[in-house]
């Protein structure tokens, strides 16, 4: 992903520095993973309410609220009925609700295990 690619290439994140690994997937649809004492849980879910798909990321552990999460919001094409078609990447959105704080390597395991998926796919051409 090019928003990945442009932040480790600035240099601004120093590579070999990470306190830890973060542990955890995505082959559920709520998963619980851990990072340098951190607790946080990935969900990923139809949301009807914006006909799309979402996948979002929330610490668990004391520090966090269930106010605070990142997510990332994927159209469906095929709103009405049948399986989910995901639409083209210029029309997936990430946002965040309330002020929370992810460290790098979890928000990059996240985006990764949201590619990986297959759920966002290139823009048509």
Known sequence: MRFI????????IAAGTSPGKVTGDLSLSSNSW????RAFEVSSFHDST???WRY???ETSPAGTATEY???QIPDLQPAGGPFV???AGQVALASHGDSVVPW???RQFLDAISA????VDDPA
């Open 70 to 72: 990142v997510y990332v």
């Open 5 to 12: 690619r442009f932040v480790e290439a600035s240099g601004d």
């Open 34 to 37: 851990s990072f340098a004492g």
């Open 86 to 88: 995901p639409a083209g």
């Open 105 to 107: 390597p979890v928000f």
């Open 56 to 58: 979002e990321l929330y």
């Open 50 to 52: 914006h006909d799309g």
């Open 117 to 120: 998926s297959g759920d966002i």
